[in-house]
């Protein structure tokens, strides 16, 4: 899904299209198929909604880097100039360099235990859960609780890895930054250093760019987190009137992962350098 969230129209469209989708799940669950009992998880999965919209409208800016110019010394090769500016800007792009290297074991750890977290549980419900009273009604409502509390789980992981991704990127932009310094006021000719480098502040990868393994960690979180929510409202229907997986969970399940895609490009392409 090579959804990009780049403007502001954009993001209001989606914003609609969510409170419409919402409106629609509400009306289904509450009068349309009430006998599903689907009313507690559209409720938790409405609210998930909201809190994330605020999450998004509340710290967007902390995270949206601005672009500074580079200013070009007069004369780089006077030592007055230079100081121990050289020192001090190796210091600081090897604190960068290792903030980066951290995003990206943090992303691998978080993803390792969220499956760490969402495997036991699986494993210890198959060895203890007699299948015979599955749908009985305290086991039931056990079930749908714990279905729940691992699909929160999974949001909340979810939005680590966005904020690992978005101080990721913030490295990238900022040892770009240095690197864009030093080729102005190096002795090497701007042209030739520049050709020494693959990425630059212009040409670094965005937030949001697909095909990382951010993203695909995200997708995998968020595929897992939808089979979570998909249980869960299939556990919550009545006995009576269960015979297959209704269809509402299924479509309820895949508006999910839809959802929680589109919020990885909402907060991620609004992070991207602004000049």
């Given at each position: 899904?090579?959804?990009?969230?780049?403007?502001?129209?954009?993001?209001?469209?989606?914003?609609?299209?969510?409170?419409?989708?919402?409106?629609?799940?509400?009306?289904?669950?509450?009068?349309?198929?009430?006998?599903?009992?689907?009313?507690?998880?559209?409720?938790?999965?409405?609210?998930?909604?909201?809190?994330?919209?605020?999450?998004?409208?509340?710290?967007?800016?902390?995270?949206?880097?601005?672009?500074?110019?580079?200013?070009?010394?007069?004369?780089?090769?006077?030592?007055?100039?230079?100081f121990e500016l050289a020192h001090l800007l190796m210091s600081d792009y090897e604190?960068?360099?290792?903030?980066?290297?951290?995003?990206?074991?943090?992303?691998?750890?978080?993803?390792?235990?969220?499956?760490?977290?969402?495997?036991?549980?699986?494993?210890?419900?198959?060895?203890?859960?007699?299948?015979?009273?599955?749908?009985?009604?305290?086991?039931?409502?056990?079930?749908?609780?714990?279905?729940?509390?691992?699909?929160?789980?999974?949001?909340?992981?979810?939005?680590?890895?966005?904020?690992?991704?978005?101080?990721?990127?913030?490295?990238?932009?900022?040892?770009?930054?240095?690197?864009?310094?030093?080729?102005?006021?190096?002795?090497?000719?701007?042209?030739?250093?520049?050709?020494?480098?693959?990425?630059?502040?212009?040409?670094?990868?965005?937030?949001g760019r697909k095909s990382t393994v951010f993203y695909y960690s995200a997708v995998l979180i968020s595929f897992i987190s939808?089979?979570?929510?998909?249980?869960?409202?299939?556990?919550?229907?009545?006995?009576?009137?269960?015979?297959?997986?209704?269809?509402?969970?299924?479509?309820?399940?895949?508006?999910?992962?839809?959802?929680?895609?589109?919020?990885?490009?909402?907060?991620?392409?609004?992070?991207?350098?602004?000049?």
């Amino acid at each position: 899904m090579n959804l990009v969230m780049d403007t502001t129209f954009k993001r209001i469209i989606v914003i609609v299209v969510c409170v419409a989708i919402a409106i629609l799940l509400l009306y289904t669950a509450f009068f349309y198929l009430s006998g599903l009992k689907q009313q507690f998880v559209v409720v938790y999965f409405l609210i998930i909604q909201i809190v994330v919209f605020l999450t998004f409208f509340a710290f967007r800016d902390q995270f949206a880097y601005r672009h500074r110019s580079v200013k070009k010394l007069k004369n780089p090769r006077l030592q007055e100039n230079s100081f121990e500016l050289a020192h001090l800007l190796m210091s600081d792009y090897e604190y960068i360099r290792e903030t980066a290297s951290q995003a990206m074991n943090d992303r691998h750890t978080m993803v390792n235990y969220f499956l760490l977290i969402v495997g036991a549980s699986v494993t210890i419900l198959a060895a203890t859960v007699d299948k015979a009273v599955l749908f009985s009604g305290s086991n039931s409502q056990f079930l749908a609780w714990l279905a729940l509390i691992l699909n929160f789980i999974g949001w909340i992981y979810f939005l680590i890895i966005i904020r690992l991704r978005q101080a990721w990127c913030g490295s990238a932009l900022a040892m770009n930054q240095i690197k864009e310094f030093y080729i102005q006021n190096g002795r090497v000719p701007d042209d030739i250093a520049r050709s020494a480098f693959l990425w630059d502040t212009k040409s670094v990868p965005s937030a949001g760019r697909k095909s990382t393994v951010f993203y695909y960690s995200a997708v995998l979180i968020s595929f897992i987190s939808s089979i979570v929510l998909i249980f869960a409202s299939f556990i919550s229907v009545p006995a009576k009137e269960v015979v297959t997986i209704p269809v509402f969970s299924i479509l309820l399940g895949l508006y999910h992962f839809v959802f929680q895609v589109i919020c990885y490009s909402l907060f991620l392409d609004y992070t991207n350098f602004r000049r």
